[in-house]
């Protein structure tokens, strides 16, 4: 996608700002759209969307003045660095975010159903989150579905029991029973050789994200599996098929949209692109067909929840969290607010504009 905008840059719009200039990572600059037919005239002249690939670089950015807003994944230095900023509005919310880790299944050593379902029982996804996100939002809780997140209708815990429990015991056990040993404290094949290092990726710059690495590397350890945790600059590259074997495991959110059905079919069908971790269930995939054709969203959720616990044994993806949402910008400018969707804060893009917030 990212290719693709950088020689393709649109030259239409049917909002009220138009793309002008794209530089790839570093700059989306828009101006108002002469064919707007809205009753109101875009707040700007210029609208520029900076791209920062580092977050540790998004307070400083705001306080110095370099951006006048910030759409940031929260963590607990840049929560705090912003609230001790002057002239600074900010929100924490919640929405259809959830944090999670996937595995890349073109990792031969992670085909196996078994060494997948111990990965995700050894790693403690309660304490991950007391040491992570739960420094500055108590509130925060796990998730246990693939397809909604708490608060959508359709939404009920999918969980297979022991996952996500930190159960060292248990997750020893599935190993040894399959043919594996735990042996001088790392982990060897039924053949007899060591089970391989096993890469994981965060985005570089976010300290939460290699933190909940930095605990899922711990609890592999507990079964003598090593995690070798590193960053990347470039989340869409190491994700795409392409460079598909950049990763073994990645943390990251996906963010909803209003269109659930589809969405699912987006993330989770065997054939669709964003499926990054090359997961292939046919069940899974006649169950995601049905739901976005059914006409009963009371049975569709049926469809999509009956999907995730199939997706929930399988053990392709562990849901964390619900991530809350954080947007922060100057004071002087009007109606930016928050939006939890895949469309993000520029939802109302038309009514942003310097003067008084508005109620929200």
Avoid: C
Wanted: charged share 20%.
């Amino acid at each position: 996608m990212t290719t693709y905008f950088s020689t393709t840059v649109p030259t239409w719009s049917a909002g009220p700002y138009v793309v002008s200039k794209f530089q790839k990572n570093t700059a989306v600059t828009e101006v108002p759209n002469p064919k707007w037919f809205g009753d109101t005239p875009p707040g700007f002249a210029t609208l520029v969307f900076r791209i920062l690939t580092d977050a540790t670089t998004e307070a400083p950015a705001l306080k110095s003045g370099e951006v006048q807003a910030i759409n940031p994944q929260p963590e607990v230095d840049l929560v705090k660095s912003v609230q001790s900023q002057k002239d600074v509005v900010y929100r924490i919310g919640a929405g259809l975010v959830w944090e999670h880790f996937d595995l890349n299944l073109l990792n031969k050593a992670l085909q196996d159903k078994v060494v997948r379902q111990a990965m995700f029982t050894v790693l403690d996804r309660k304490a991950l989150i007391a040491r992570t996100i739960g420094q500055f939002d108590k509130n925060v809780k796990t998730i246990d579905n693939h397809m909604f997140v708490p608060g959508q209708k359709g939404y009920q815990s999918n969980a297979i029991p022991g996952q996500g429990s930190g159960d060292v015991a248990g997750a020893t056990k599935m190993l040894t029973d399959a043919g594996y040993k735990v042996s001088g404290g790392k982990l060897m094949n039924k053949d007899g050789s060591a089970f391989p290092t096993l890469t994981a990726r965060y985005t570089v710059g976010n300290q939460i994200r290699q933190n909940e690495l930095a605990e899922f590397a711990r609890d592999l350890k507990k079964i003598g599996i090593t995690l070798n945790v590193m960053t990347t600059d470039d989340l869409g590259a190491t994700l795409s098929h392409d460079a598909g074997k950049d990763y073994d495991v990645v943390v990251f959110a996906w963010q909803g949209t209003p269109a659930i059905y589809q969405g699912a079919q987006q993330l989770w069908l065997s054939t669709s692109g964003s499926n990054y971790g090359h997961y292939v269930n046919k069940a899974v995939d006649t169950l995601l067909n049905k739901a976005v054709s059914e006409v009963n969203p009371t049975v569709a959720n049926q469809e999509l929840n009956e999907a995730d616990k199939l997706m929930s044994a399988d053990a392709y993806v562990m849901p964390l969290y619900q991530k809350p949402t954080f947007l922060a910008y100057k004071t002087g400018y009007a109606n930016i607010r928050d939006n939890a969707t895949a469309v993000g804060p520029p939802y109302n893009v038309g009514q942003w504009g310097a003067g008084k917030v508005t109620a929200q």
